[in-house]
Structure formats: structure tokens, C-alpha cells
């Protein structure tokens, strides 16, 4: 009933730029902290971004500065801007959504992932 999808990834140069876009649909009653998680091959997955439903950001140390997490609450998207990329960023990123829904239910959502690869 609730669904999460991805988009904007994809191959880019060490330095360029991405922006990730998570739409959720659904009979959602209520979406609260929303957030971003990657997943690089032989590693643990890490919280990259997240955001509460009053607009309070975090961020992992590596990509503060460089990565920007905001939210639209009328269209239910979250979106990650990536700017100065490194080979480092390279993983499957996953927006995450905590959703309540009509019946009442109250759980974690995933999207499907999305690949990105930075490279020369």
C-alpha cells in the first residue's frame, strides 16, 4: 500500500554533481523523519542524511558540506543534492521513510535503490 521510489542516479566524474529524488505514495496518513542510506560492496550500510518533519538535517562526516538533504512535504519527495563526488560515494543509496498509515500502522519504508558510481 505505501510505496518509496528512487531516481536520479547514475555515472559521474570525481567532482560532479547528482540529486536524488524519493517519492512515496500510498495511503499515507502521515510521513514523519525521512533519510538517505548507502551501501558500498563489503560494507556495512551507513546513514548518509536525515531529516524530521520539522526540517532538522543531519549528516555522516564525510559528506557534510558537500552533500544537501530537504524534503517536500506536499509532493510526500525527499531529495539528496550530491555536489563535489568522490570515488568514495560510490554505493546503492536507499531513502528510508517512516509513514503512518490510514490503518493506523506505523513502520519503516525502503525504497528499491539506486546505483551510484563515481568514476574516472
Known amino acids: 500500500q505505501v510505496q518509496l521510489v528512487e531516481s536520479g542516479g547514475g555515472l559521474v566524474q570525481p567532482g560532479g554533481s547528482l540529486r536524488l529524488s524519493c517519492a512515496a505514495s500510498g495511503s499515507i496518513f502521515n510521513i514523519n523523519a525521512m533519510a538517505w542510506y548507502r551501501q558500498a560492496p563489503g560494507k556495512q550500510r551507513e546513514l548518509v542524511a536525515g531529516i524530521t518533519s520539522g526540517g532538522r538535517t543531519s549528516y555522516l562526516d564525510s559528506v557534510k558540506g558537500r552533500f544537501t538533504i530537504s524534503r517536500d512535504n506536499a509532493k510526500n519527495t525527499v531529495y539528496l543534492q550530491m555536489n563535489s563526488l568522490k570515488p568514495e560515494d560510490t554505493a546503492v543509496y536507499y531513502c528510508?521513510?517512516?509513514?503512518?498509515?490510514?490503518?493506523?500502522?506505523?513502520?519503516?519504508?525502503w525504497g528499491q535503490g539506486t546505483q551510484v558510481t563515481v568514476s574516472s
Open positions: 528510508n521513510a517512516d509513514i503512518l498509515d490510514y490503518g493506523l500502522g506505523e513502520g519503516d519504508y
